[in-house]
């Protein structure tokens, strides 16, 4: 037992830092807050260390991350509405994420789908599939929403470029 | 010049490249923590009922009174009306595997397929008709740590830090498990108590105790060998 501990600990270590980036940077793009990103980041990952003989049976674990950190960003959404008085305020903002203003800006400017197949897909490097799988909608609904978004983006860089 | 969808995603990936998650990695949580709610929810019913102590009478014993017929048939009554009550409800319980009696908590554990759900009540002597309910947990089996056994364990589960005044909970510490077939008694050594004797039943084994301090399990073979023993801080 203490040596398949020490395993788990070994294998999830790895795991986490190989894609701790990726994983946040996923979140980053489908919320569009850091500071957001950052709490569920590293919630996903803890309740992944918990359930560590499960999480790595999975083909891609990232996949396993995202779909929590998705769940409970929905979760914290709707426990919010209900409780708008007691939201607690954050006293310090967290700094400034280093990505040009434009292409951040045009990213948050996308529909909430948009972002998350964003993130799932370019940033996460998902395929079509898996991606369609952790947002629960079709291969083909991937496929349009990321053209959607490549094109507003696309849009943006070039006239970025231009400029 | 960005001009294709695959410009697009370089720039995109290029400039998030940029961006690190810099926050600590998780550290796996306690397990006597990580289940700790379990008997945090003592607490409400402690005060609901003013009946949670050893001073009423009943008093914690190192070895457990296994429960007459009557007293099982009473606890798996209150233990499904508390589970149709949770937020995943079930119309029947799954196989009793372990109950035991110890002075003022008695509980039970289910196990069937790939879940378990362990049951804590009051004390069925002091109680003809219901049993006031205290704690309760289920969780999938498949969650329960891995690797060989003899010894897995599924809840552990410790009262919170002793607070005077009228929240006070009496130190507390719970565990359940699953054993190995090599295994024929559970001991718990608890630096203030001395040894507790575990109940055995069905490849599970259960225990509680009035104390918060660390202990050490001990799985014992058939002959009265030690097999293994597990530190738990």
Avoid at chain 2, 87 to 108: F, I, M, Q
Wanted: one cysteine or more.
């Amino acid at each position: 037992m203490i040596v398949g501990y020490l395993m788990d600990e070994m294998t999830f270590d790895a795991f986490y830092r190989a894609s701790k980036d990726d994983c946040f940077r996923a979140l980053v793009v489908a919320i569009g807050d850091r500071a957001e990103a950052e709490d569920l980041t590293a919630e996903a990952f803890a309740r992944a260390l918990e359930r560590w003989p499960q999480v790595r049976s999975h083909p891609r674990p990232e996949a396993w991350l995202m779909t929590v950190a998705m769940n409970l960003h929905r979760d914290r959404w709707r426990r919010a509405r209900r409780s708008v008085g007691s939201l607690l305020r954050r006293n310090v903002d967290p700094p400034p994420l280093p990505i040009d203003a434009r292409l951040l800006a045009a990213i948050r400017g996308l529909a909430d789908q948009q972002r998350r197949v964003l993130a799932l897909r370019v940033v996460l490097d998902l395929d079509t599939v898996r991606t369609a799988e952790v947002l629960g909608i079709a291969p083909g609904t991937v496929t349009a929403h990321l053209h959607r978004a490549l094109s507003v983006l696309r849009d943006v860089l070039t006239k970025e470029e231009l400029s | 010049m960005i001009d294709e969808f695959s410009d697009v995603i370089t720039e995109v990936r290029k400039s998030f490249d940029a961006i690190h998650y810099d926050r600590p990695a998780p550290r796996r949580r306690s397990p006597v923590r990580r289940l700790g709610w379990a008997l945090a929810l003592v607490a409400g019913t402690m005060l609901a009922v003013n009946a949670w102590g050893v001073g009423d009478g009943v008093a914690w014993a190192a070895v457990a009174r296994p429960l007459t017929a009557a007293e099982q048939d009473l606890l798996d009554t209150e233990c499904l009306r508390e589970v149709k009550d949770s937020p995943e409800p079930l119309t029947s319980l799954p196989d009793l595997v372990a109950s035991e009696d110890r002075g003022y908590l008695t509980s039970a554990t289910y196990a069937s397929g790939d879940w378990f759900f362990t049951c804590i009540v009051q004390s069925p002597v002091r109680y003809e008709d219901s049993l006031p309910f205290v704690a309760m947990q289920w969780s999938n089996i498949d969650e329960l740590p891995e690797g060989e056994e003899p010894l897995k364990f599924a809840t552990l589960g410790q009262s919170p830090d002793p607070v005077d005044g009228p929240d006070f909970i009496d130190p507390t510490t719970f565990i359940t498990g699953t054993v190995g077939s090599g295994v024929q008694r559970v001991t718990i050594t608890v630096p203030d108590l001395g040894e507790v004797e575990a109940t055995v039943a069905n490849g599970w084994f259960t225990a509680w105790w009035p104390s918060r301090h660390p202990f050490q399990v001990h799985a014992i073979g058939p002959n009265g060998e030690p097999i293994a023993t597990f530190d738990v801080p």
